[in-house]
Protein backbone atom coordinates (compact mmCIF):
# COMPACT_ATOMS: atom_id res chain seq x y z
CA UNK A 1 0.00 0.00 0.00
CA UNK A 2 1.28 3.23 -1.24
CA UNK A 3 1.83 5.57 1.67
CA UNK A 4 1.53 8.47 -1.05
CA UNK A 5 -2.38 7.55 -1.72
CA UNK A 6 -2.80 7.68 2.17
CA UNK A 7 -1.74 11.11 2.71
CA UNK A 8 -3.92 11.92 -0.79
CA UNK A 9 -6.70 10.25 1.18
CA UNK A 10 -6.00 12.49 4.99
CA UNK A 11 -5.41 15.56 2.13
CA UNK A 12 -8.79 15.39 0.97
CA UNK A 13 -10.61 15.05 4.16
CA UNK A 14 -8.65 18.00 5.75
CA UNK A 15 -9.80 20.24 2.41
CA UNK A 16 -12.83 19.08 0.78
CA UNK A 17 -12.26 17.98 -2.37
CA UNK A 18 -9.91 16.39 -4.97
CA UNK A 19 -9.18 19.57 -6.13
CA UNK A 20 -8.21 21.49 -3.53
CA UNK A 21 -5.85 18.38 -1.81
CA UNK A 22 -4.27 18.26 -5.53
CA UNK A 23 -3.40 21.88 -4.71
CA UNK A 24 -2.11 21.28 -1.02
CA UNK A 25 0.04 18.36 -2.23
CA UNK A 26 1.10 20.05 -5.91
CA UNK A 27 -0.59 17.24 -7.64
CA UNK A 28 -2.79 16.64 -10.40
CA UNK A 29 -5.95 16.52 -10.58
CA UNK A 30 -5.96 13.39 -12.37
CA UNK A 31 -3.26 12.30 -9.75
CA UNK A 32 -5.12 12.21 -6.80
CA UNK A 33 -8.03 10.76 -8.97
CA UNK A 34 -5.62 7.71 -10.17
CA UNK A 35 -4.53 6.89 -6.30
CA UNK A 36 -7.76 7.24 -4.54
CA UNK A 37 -8.98 4.72 -7.42
CA UNK A 38 -5.92 2.60 -7.02
CA UNK A 39 -6.57 2.34 -2.80
CA UNK A 40 -9.59 1.69 -3.62
CA UNK A 41 -8.87 -1.30 -5.56
CA UNK A 42 -6.28 -2.74 -2.77
CA UNK A 43 -8.96 -2.47 -0.06
CA UNK A 44 -11.85 -3.84 -2.11
CA UNK A 45 -13.92 -0.92 -0.73
CA UNK A 46 -15.68 2.39 -2.26
CA UNK A 47 -14.14 5.29 -0.33
CA UNK A 48 -15.81 8.24 -1.95
CA UNK A 49 -19.57 8.46 -4.00
CA UNK A 50 -20.70 10.93 -6.26
CA UNK A 51 -23.46 13.61 -4.50
CA UNK A 52 -24.52 16.28 -7.04
CA UNK A 53 -21.45 17.17 -8.50
CA UNK A 54 -19.01 16.65 -5.83
CA UNK A 55 -17.56 13.39 -4.72
CA UNK A 56 -17.78 12.97 -0.69
CA UNK A 57 -16.80 10.10 1.78
CA UNK A 58 -18.71 6.92 1.96
CA UNK A 59 -19.33 5.83 5.52
CA UNK A 60 -16.49 2.83 4.92
CA UNK A 61 -14.29 5.91 3.53
CA UNK A 62 -14.86 8.25 6.84
CA UNK A 63 -14.19 4.80 8.81
CA UNK A 64 -10.94 4.29 7.64
CA UNK A 65 -9.41 7.88 8.28
CA UNK A 66 -8.13 7.65 11.96
CA UNK A 67 -6.80 4.32 11.00
CA UNK A 68 -4.95 5.94 7.78
CA UNK A 69 -3.90 8.76 10.42
CA UNK A 70 -2.49 6.16 12.91
CA UNK A 71 -0.34 4.56 9.80
CA UNK A 72 0.59 8.11 9.40
CA UNK A 73 1.55 8.70 12.42
CA UNK A 74 3.36 5.75 12.84
CA UNK A 75 5.70 6.40 9.50
CA UNK A 76 6.23 9.84 11.41
CA UNK A 77 7.37 7.96 14.76
CA UNK A 78 9.53 5.64 12.74
CA UNK A 79 11.61 8.58 10.80
CA UNK A 80 11.79 10.83 14.32
CA UNK A 81 12.83 7.82 16.40
CA UNK A 82 16.43 8.66 18.30
CA UNK A 83 16.34 12.14 16.65
CA UNK A 84 16.62 15.28 18.95
CA UNK A 85 13.87 17.84 18.96
CA UNK A 86 15.51 19.96 16.22
CA UNK A 87 15.24 16.85 14.20
CA UNK A 88 11.80 15.71 14.19
CA UNK A 89 9.78 16.08 11.04
CA UNK A 90 5.73 15.42 10.12
CA UNK A 91 2.82 16.84 10.16
CA UNK A 92 0.88 18.12 13.14
CA UNK A 93 -2.83 19.18 12.23
CA UNK A 94 -4.31 21.92 15.15
CA UNK A 95 -7.93 22.93 15.10
CA UNK A 96 -8.12 25.83 17.39
CA UNK A 97 -10.61 29.38 17.54
CA UNK A 98 -9.73 32.57 17.05
CA UNK A 99 -9.25 33.88 20.44
CA UNK A 100 -7.19 30.99 21.36
CA UNK A 101 -4.92 31.17 18.35
CA UNK A 102 -4.96 35.14 17.51
CA UNK A 103 -4.52 35.89 21.56
CA UNK A 104 -2.91 33.07 23.70
CA UNK A 105 -0.98 30.65 21.12
CA UNK A 106 1.04 32.82 18.96
CA UNK A 107 4.44 32.97 21.02
CA UNK A 108 4.13 29.13 22.57
CA UNK A 109 3.54 28.28 18.09
CA UNK A 110 7.29 30.75 17.46
CA UNK A 111 8.94 28.84 20.32
CA UNK A 112 7.80 25.28 18.95
CA UNK A 113 8.66 25.85 15.49
CA UNK A 114 12.13 27.47 16.84
CA UNK A 115 12.75 24.46 18.04
CA UNK A 116 11.43 21.84 15.61
CA UNK A 117 11.52 24.22 12.25
CA UNK A 118 11.18 20.87 10.35
CA UNK A 119 7.44 19.91 11.52
CA UNK A 120 4.85 21.02 9.42
CA UNK A 121 2.23 22.46 11.73
CA UNK A 122 -1.46 22.89 10.02
CA UNK A 123 -3.64 25.31 12.08
CA UNK A 124 -7.52 25.36 11.11
CA UNK A 125 -9.54 27.81 13.10
CA UNK A 126 -12.61 26.00 14.08
CA UNK A 127 -16.03 26.62 16.29
CA UNK A 128 -15.15 24.58 19.77
CA UNK A 129 -18.72 22.48 19.23
CA UNK A 130 -17.23 21.69 15.69
CA UNK A 131 -13.35 20.35 16.83
CA UNK A 132 -14.08 17.60 19.16
CA UNK A 133 -15.99 16.16 15.86
CA UNK A 134 -12.91 16.94 13.61
CA UNK A 135 -10.14 15.23 15.82
CA UNK A 136 -12.98 12.11 16.03
CA UNK A 137 -12.95 11.54 12.39
CA UNK A 138 -9.05 12.52 11.95
CA UNK A 139 -9.28 15.23 9.94
CA UNK A 140 -6.85 17.06 12.80
CA UNK A 141 -4.40 15.42 15.16
CA UNK A 142 -5.26 17.26 18.13
CA UNK A 143 -7.71 20.34 19.22
CA UNK A 144 -7.08 22.77 21.49
CA UNK A 145 -10.54 24.89 22.96
CA UNK A 146 -12.71 25.63 25.34
CA UNK A 147 -14.72 22.81 27.39
CA UNK A 148 -17.74 22.30 25.92
CA UNK A 149 -18.63 18.86 27.18
CA UNK A 150 -19.80 15.50 25.89
CA UNK A 151 -17.00 14.11 24.57
CA UNK A 152 -17.31 10.56 23.14
CA UNK A 153 -15.33 7.64 24.90
CA UNK A 154 -12.89 7.45 22.17
CA UNK A 155 -11.50 11.38 22.77
CA UNK A 156 -9.05 11.26 25.07
CA UNK A 157 -9.65 15.31 27.31
CA UNK A 158 -6.87 17.18 29.09
CA UNK A 159 -7.53 20.47 31.18
CA UNK A 160 -5.23 23.26 30.51
CA UNK A 161 -6.11 26.48 32.29
CA UNK A 162 -9.64 28.64 32.75
CA UNK A 163 -10.17 31.99 31.57
CA UNK A 164 -12.26 34.48 33.35
CA UNK A 165 -15.36 36.28 30.71
CA UNK A 166 -15.51 39.80 31.01
CA UNK A 167 -18.83 42.47 29.12
CA UNK A 168 -16.45 45.32 27.46
CA UNK A 169 -17.84 48.47 26.53
CA UNK A 170 -15.86 51.53 25.25
CA UNK A 171 -13.79 53.56 27.46
CA UNK A 172 -16.19 56.55 26.45
CA UNK A 173 -19.26 55.43 27.28
CA UNK A 174 -21.42 55.47 30.66
CA UNK A 175 -21.15 52.46 32.55
CA UNK A 176 -24.76 53.27 33.79
CA UNK A 177 -26.19 52.72 30.89
CA UNK A 178 -25.88 49.23 30.26
CA UNK A 179 -26.60 47.68 33.69
CA UNK A 180 -26.39 44.50 33.70
CA UNK A 181 -27.05 43.72 37.17
CA UNK A 182 -30.77 44.86 37.21
CA UNK A 183 -33.06 42.01 35.46
CA UNK A 184 -36.23 42.57 33.69
CA UNK A 185 -34.79 45.23 30.69
CA UNK A 186 -34.57 45.97 27.46
CA UNK A 187 -31.02 47.72 26.60
CA UNK A 188 -30.94 50.33 24.34
CA UNK A 189 -27.43 49.54 23.17
CA UNK A 190 -26.11 46.43 20.41
CA UNK A 191 -25.09 43.53 21.52
CA UNK A 192 -21.46 42.10 19.28
CA UNK A 193 -20.14 38.97 18.36
CA UNK A 194 -17.79 37.20 15.75
CA UNK A 195 -19.74 34.37 16.30
CA UNK A 196 -23.43 33.82 17.86
CA UNK A 197 -22.51 29.73 17.81
CA UNK A 198 -19.14 30.23 19.79
CA UNK A 199 -19.46 29.24 23.65
CA UNK A 200 -19.43 32.25 25.00
CA UNK A 201 -21.75 33.68 23.55
CA UNK A 202 -24.03 31.26 23.86
CA UNK A 203 -22.89 31.09 27.74
CA UNK A 204 -24.15 35.19 27.92
CA UNK A 205 -27.25 34.37 25.63
CA UNK A 206 -28.77 32.17 28.13
CA UNK A 207 -27.34 34.32 31.04
CA UNK A 208 -29.06 37.46 30.34
CA UNK A 209 -31.98 35.10 29.21
CA UNK A 210 -32.41 33.87 32.57
CA UNK A 211 -32.83 37.63 33.70
CA UNK A 212 -35.09 38.94 31.27
CA UNK A 213 -32.27 41.17 29.59
CA UNK A 214 -32.55 41.54 25.56
CA UNK A 215 -31.08 43.38 23.96
CA UNK A 216 -32.63 45.32 20.53
CA UNK A 217 -29.76 45.35 17.96
CA UNK A 218 -27.35 42.51 17.33
CA UNK A 219 -24.26 42.71 15.17
CA UNK A 220 -22.14 39.50 14.26
CA UNK A 221 -19.14 39.91 12.80
CA UNK A 222 -16.62 37.28 11.91
CA UNK A 223 -12.90 38.18 13.47
CA UNK A 224 -12.60 38.96 17.20
CA UNK A 225 -10.36 41.94 16.27
CA UNK A 226 -12.67 43.56 14.37
CA UNK A 227 -15.35 42.60 17.34
CA UNK A 228 -13.24 45.08 19.68
CA UNK A 229 -12.66 47.48 17.68
CA UNK A 230 -16.32 48.18 17.15
CA UNK A 231 -16.47 48.35 20.67
CA UNK A 232 -13.61 50.52 20.88
CA UNK A 233 -15.51 52.91 18.21
CA UNK A 234 -18.89 52.50 20.89
CA UNK A 235 -21.02 50.82 18.29
CA UNK A 236 -21.98 48.52 21.07
CA UNK A 237 -20.79 45.81 24.01
CA UNK A 238 -19.16 42.47 23.57
CA UNK A 239 -19.16 39.54 26.31
CA UNK A 240 -15.08 37.73 25.32
CA UNK A 241 -12.59 36.34 27.58
CA UNK A 242 -10.70 38.69 29.20
CA UNK A 243 -7.35 38.00 27.73
CA UNK A 244 -8.74 38.92 24.18
CA UNK A 245 -9.17 42.41 25.46
CA UNK A 246 -6.26 42.83 28.38
CA UNK A 247 -4.03 45.44 26.33
CA UNK A 248 -7.03 47.65 25.80
CA UNK A 249 -8.31 47.61 29.51
CA UNK A 250 -4.93 48.62 30.40
CA UNK A 251 -4.88 51.20 27.94
CA UNK A 252 -8.13 52.31 29.08
CA UNK A 253 -9.89 51.72 25.32
CA UNK A 254 -11.91 49.45 26.69
CA UNK A 255 -13.76 48.78 30.56
CA UNK A 256 -15.10 45.98 32.38
CA UNK A 257 -18.90 46.52 33.07
CA UNK A 258 -20.66 44.68 36.29
CA UNK A 259 -22.87 41.98 35.60
CA UNK A 260 -24.45 39.98 38.17
CA UNK A 261 -22.10 36.72 36.33
CA UNK A 262 -19.37 38.17 36.82
CA UNK A 263 -17.55 34.98 37.89
CA UNK A 264 -18.07 33.46 34.82
CA UNK A 265 -15.02 31.78 33.36
CA UNK A 266 -14.30 29.23 30.08
CA UNK A 267 -12.17 26.29 30.36
CA UNK A 268 -9.21 25.65 27.91
CA UNK A 269 -8.69 21.55 26.89
CA UNK A 270 -6.59 19.67 24.40
CA UNK A 271 -8.18 16.90 23.00
CA UNK A 272 -6.79 13.55 20.86
CA UNK A 273 -7.91 10.30 19.78
CA UNK A 274 -7.73 7.77 22.85
CA UNK A 275 -6.14 5.52 20.55
CA UNK A 276 -3.70 8.06 18.17
CA UNK A 277 -0.40 6.71 17.69
CA UNK A 278 1.77 8.55 20.39
CA UNK A 279 4.57 9.21 18.74
CA UNK A 280 7.27 11.34 20.41
CA UNK A 281 6.60 14.71 18.54
CA UNK A 282 3.23 14.15 18.78
CA UNK A 283 3.96 13.46 22.85
CA UNK A 284 6.26 16.57 22.95
CA UNK A 285 3.74 18.95 21.66
CA UNK A 286 1.17 18.02 24.38
CA UNK A 287 3.94 17.75 27.01
CA UNK A 288 4.84 21.67 25.86
CA UNK A 289 1.47 22.72 25.44
CA UNK A 290 0.42 21.79 28.76
CA UNK A 291 3.65 23.65 30.24
CA UNK A 292 2.75 26.28 28.27
CA UNK A 293 -1.03 27.15 29.58
CA UNK A 294 0.12 26.23 33.07
CA UNK A 295 3.34 28.27 33.51
CA UNK A 296 3.26 31.38 34.89
CA UNK A 297 6.42 32.71 35.13
CA UNK A 298 6.88 33.20 31.57
CA UNK A 299 10.46 30.01 31.90
CA UNK A 300 10.86 27.55 29.72
CA UNK A 301 10.26 23.94 30.53
CA UNK A 302 12.86 20.99 29.68
CA UNK A 303 12.02 21.07 25.63
CA UNK A 304 12.69 24.95 25.37
CA UNK A 305 9.67 26.04 24.38
CA UNK A 306 9.06 29.70 25.96
CA UNK A 307 5.72 31.31 26.79
CA UNK A 308 4.58 34.10 27.53
Not at 66 to 75: E, F, K, Q
Not at 167 to 181: E, M
Request: with cysteine; hydrophobic share 40%.
Amino acid sequence: MDIKALKTLRAIAETGSFQAAANQLNYAQSTVTFQVQQLERELALQLFEKVGRKMVFTQAGKDLLPAIDNILGTVTAMKNYGKATAAFTGDLRIAIPDTLLTYRMQPFLKAFHAAAPAVQLSLQMANCFAIPQRVTNGTVDVGVHYDVGSYGPNLVVGRLRDFPLVLVASGQRDPATVNLQVSHQRLDCALITDDRESIYHKRFSAAIAERDISFPHFLEIGSVEAVKQSVISNLGVAYLPKFVVQPELDTGQLQVLPTAFAHETLTAVYVYRKNKEQSSLFTEFIQSLVTAFTDKNKSKNSSGFGYD
